[in-house]
């Protein structure tokens, strides 16, 4: 009889989904005991080896190195019926070196190189993130004076991710970042070349550099020093660059614009309108005494006009269901407004702002961006936009090719307000004039429904009275 | 010469540090110390040994059930053995300890089974054992804590009149175990204020494991740790953490000045915290591999070995032995841990007050109608099982 033990990933931290395997240290057939070392995982925070918790004979490995885990997935199955006998003391005590003497784990991945000048551990210091995370930065000090090893690429988890995303394959790519790792940069250099029918081949062993990389002389492999000596990381040892981890709201603002840039096909029209009419509304409305507790701004016309606008044009409230091949129709519109923060970009949006007066949502804008600058939006206000303006206006800016905001179709971008000439009744007169820009994705949205709205949205902040005819 | 004086008299590596064993385990004779340790015999030293080789094979252990999804974090104390277990055997048992949640060698010379520590780094008690009977704190999550806490505990013995009266049953002293990170906290230099004003019956310990996450204690503090405390008349010393018998003595005579009603002392056990912060921190990317090298070199569990065997104390068989043991508690601790049934989660609700309480009533009456949703899940799950 046999009892099957699977050995599933737990959480290696406090909280965390998912890890990358980057070192397989048992194959099928091999014996394993308690705690020994099975595998090497890096997570966001770390990279750390994790020991089975059952002893006995390998009978299957679920995982090669390279794929990402998520949490409570199956990493390999231990027979444990006439297996392993329970570690003896002393191997446990030089767990770190004598264990895992690597073992071929697959034919196609072979293990990463051994390194015997491992200094004499103490006492059971296999166990803990240092020793993996230790042996690995000796593999990249390694890969400085070599080559970066064909079958095991050095980048990090995010970075991974992106490649995959863009479908690039990691091992084509450059890398120039420290040690060898390949870094983000790196991954949309070779996305680049990919557009561009550059090859994006593997550069051929023994040569770091393939020629065609005018951005990469020569010698830089052996002048990329690592920074990860340093007590303190950041400034680069040559104090010529700061080096921050990508992480929280940038790191969830690249990995939005990313997927929402490579998914949705995005196309910008634009128009260029007088907002004189629209100034002089919200100038009466400051003067008023009934909107005295309100701030009232051109931005609050414009959400208000883009309103209308969804109105006449409904198909435009949508999004692309890939998973179901469907085009989910909103019956409602959730207002995202794209505020910048101290802490990055975000876009808390008014639920069921097609309900709402323009008094209204003046008062939910003006909220919804105190909230925001004060970092205290909650997370529910960014989810289930269904469509967003941002006001690259205030920045004194015209006009701009707005990205999608994940899971939306459009976003309307507002340039500034400026005095400029403009022709009425064959008059060079000076008008308020902002530029408007609209983005969306051509999946669901044909060009000429797309000009449609954005025509609508003129209409209503040109001749603010059509709001009362199409409102 | 200025005017302004700084207590800064050399760069801190200059404090004298007591040492009683060389890391190669030399012995070095010293005139104060060594009639405290006169009375140990070699059983006493092997005992001392095998405290360091048991803890550390738990501590160990703890660490892969964190890595197995058994514990929900761990603190490891590894390389602060002897500093550990040198303070916890410095005691007397009236005296009270009051702890951060990094003092498993001090809980094991209390008396506290690993597996109670275990229990709480798992999430289902609080403190496993009884604070009144082994007179140990709970562990104490909250750095800066330990010390108010401690000099208001010693403040109350002096007001039991369990100071200074002789009687080595009756006469108590307190300990406040906190790290070179904690020492920075506002909390420390007020209790140095009360324990001092009051010349309170406390002994603060602090081990300077050099790291404060990811912070050296170079950057923490402008003179040593052992001399801040003598800014409030304080008498303090450095000792090396990593040096059990150092410890052992340098903690013996502080706690009888503090039982003999002479007040406050201050210990700073130079040590090195050889593994990560915690299970969730990676020194790798803060800390020199140069200075961890180093450390492993003072390790203090093979100082003692290695003195123990120049005096012919132990031989190959008793280090053999104490390894085993070390493996069978560490097997002990994995299958209990791997085993262990997960708790009922209405026990929240317990120990909240002693008699019932209308709130708790109510709050528990609520929890029941939201857990009773899953009954039909967790019924399927059994089933699976």
């Known amino acids: 009889m046999t009892t099957i033990v699977t050995v599933r990933l737990t959480d290696p931290g406090e909280g965390l989904t998912e890890a990358e395997i980057t070192d397989l240290k048992v194959a099928v057939g091999d014996t394993v005991a308690i705690n020994q070392m099975i595998c090497e995982v890096e997570t966001a925070k770390s990279a750390v080896e994790l020991p089975s918790h059952v002893g006995g004979t390998v009978v299957a490995v679920h995982v090669a190195v390279g794929d990402e885990v998520e ?18 003391p002393s191997a446990r005590e030089a767990a770190a070196e004598v264990a895992p003497a690597p073992v071929e784990a697959t034919e196609e991945q072979p293990a990463a190189p051994k390194q015997d000048d491992e200094p ?35 980048a990090k988890p995010p970075v991974r991710k992106l490649a995959r995303d863009l479908g690039i394959a990691l091992a084509d790519v450059l890398a120039t970042g420290p040690g060898g790792t390949v870094t983000r940069e790196d991954v949309m250099a070779a996305q680049q070349r990919a557009i561009s029918g550059t090859s994006a081949a593997p550069a051929p062993a023994g040569e770091y550099f393939p020629d065609e990389s005018p951005q990469a002389p020569a010698d830089l492999g052996a002048s990329m020093k690592s920074t990860r000596d340093q007590a303190f990381p950041g400034v680069t040892s040559d104090e010529r660059t700061t080096r921050v981890p990508i992480r929280s709201v940038r790191k969830r603002t690249a990995e939005a614009m990313v997927s929402s840039a490579f998914t949705a096909p995005h196309v910008t029209v634009f128009n260029e309108i007088d907002m004189t009419a629209t100034m002089d509304l919200v100038a009466r409305l400051k003067a008023s005494r009934e909107w005295k507790d309100v701030h009232v701004s051109p931005l609050a016309v414009v959400a208000k006009a883009l309103l209308v606008a969804i109105r006449r044009n409904p198909e435009v409230n949508a999004s692309w269901d890939e998973e179901a091949q469907e085009i989910v129709y909103k019956h409602f519109v959730n207002l995202g407004i794209a505020a910048a923060t101290p802490r990055g970009l975000i876009v808390p949006n008014i639920k069921d702002a097609h309900l709402l007066t323009l008094r209204e949502l003046a008062e939910a804008i003006s909220d919804l961006a105190r909230t925001a600058r004060a970092g205290r939006t909650p997370l529910g206000a960014t989810r289930e936009g269904t469509i967003t303006i941002t006001n690259f206006g205030v920045f004194g800016i015209d006009s701009g090719t707005p990205i999608l905001n994940p899971g939306e179709s459009v976003i309307l971008g507002m340039g500034a307000v400026k005095e400029k000439p403009w022709i009425v009744d064959g008059q060079i007169v000076p008008r308020k004039v902002a530029q408007l820009a609209l983005s969306f994705d051509h999946r669901l949205i044909d060009g000429a429904l797309g000009s449609e709205l954005l025509r609508d949205v003129s209409q209503v ?7 009362l005819v199409w409102g | 010469m200025s005017v302004f004086r ?9 404090e004298p540090m007591v040492q009683l064993l060389a890391p190669d385990g030399t012995r070095t004779p010293h005139d104060e110390l060594d009639p405290v340790l006169a009375h140990l015999t070699g059983e006493d030293l092997r005992g001392f040994y095998r405290d360091m080789v048991m803890i550390r094979a738990a501590d160990l252990e703890a660490t892969a059930l964190q890595r197995q999804g058994q514990l929900g974090l ?4 590894l390389g602060q053995e002897g500093a550990q277990i040198g303070i916890g055997h410095a005691s007397r048992p009236q005296d009270y300890f009051v702890p951060t949640y990094r003092e498993h060698g001090v809980a094991w010379a209390r008396g506290i089974e690993p597996m109670t520590l275990l229990e709480m780094f798992r999430g289902i008690s609080h403190c496993g054992w009884d604070p009144h009977e082994l007179r140990t704190h709970p562990y104490m999550i909250v750095l800066g804590a330990q010390t108010p806490h401690a000099v208001g505990y010693a403040m109350g013995i002096q007001r039991d009149g369990a100071v200074g009266t002789g009687d080595v049953e009756t006469d108590t002293a307190v300990l406040a175990l906190f790290g070179d990170g904690t020492s920075s906290e506002g909390e ?4 140095f204020t009360f324990a001092a004003s009051f010349q309170a019956p406390v002994v603060f310990y602090t081990q300077n494991n050099q790291w404060a996450i990811s912070v050296p204690t170079s950057v923490q503090s ?15 010393v450095r000792v090396d953490g990593n040096d059990v018998l150092a410890c ?37 990317r803060y800390r020199p591999r140069a200075e961890e090298e180093e450390w492993a070199a003072k390790d203090p569990i093979a100082r003692l070995r290695l003195h123990l065997a120049q005096s012919d104390e132990i031989d190959e068989a008793f280090t053999t032995a104490c390894d085993e043991e070390g493996h069978e508690l560490a097997m002990r601790l994995h299958h209990h841990i791997h085993a262990m049934p997960d708790p009922d989660p209405r026990e929240l609700f317990e120990h909240v007050y002693a008699e019932p309480h209308p709130l708790v009533a109510e709050e528990r009456a609520a929890y029941d109608d939201y857990l009773a949703q899953f009954e039909d899940e967790a019924q399927d799950q059994e089933g699976v099982r």
Request: net charge negative; proline share 9%.
């Open chain 1, 461 to 467: 902040l040109e001749h603010p009275e059509m709001g």
């Open chain 2, 6 to 14: 700084t207590t800064i008299p050399a760069p801190p590596q200059d």
């Open chain 1, 120 to 154: 004499k551990n103490l006492v059971g210091y296999g166990s803990r993130p240092a020793a993996a995370r230790r042996r690995r930065r000796h593999t990249a000090q390694e890969s400085d004076e070599q080559q970066v090893p064909l079958d095991r690429v050095l």
């Open chain 2, 74 to 77: 761990w603190a490891s104390a």
């Open chain 2, 188 to 191: 420390v230099s007020e209790s």
């Open chain 2, 248 to 284: 052992l003595a340098v903690g013996r005579i502080a706690l009888d000045a503090a039982r003999a009603g002479e007040g406050p002392r201050f210990i700073e056990a130079l040590t090195y915290r050889m593994a990560a912060h915690t299970t969730s921190d990676d020194p790798t």
């Open chain 2, 222 to 236: 402008r003179v040593p740790l052992a001399q801040r405390s003598r800014g409030w008349g304080i008498p303090s």
């Open chain 1, 71 to 88: 949490v409570g997935a199956a990493l390999i199955d231990i027979d444990t019926d006439g297996g392993a006998p329970e570690p003896d």
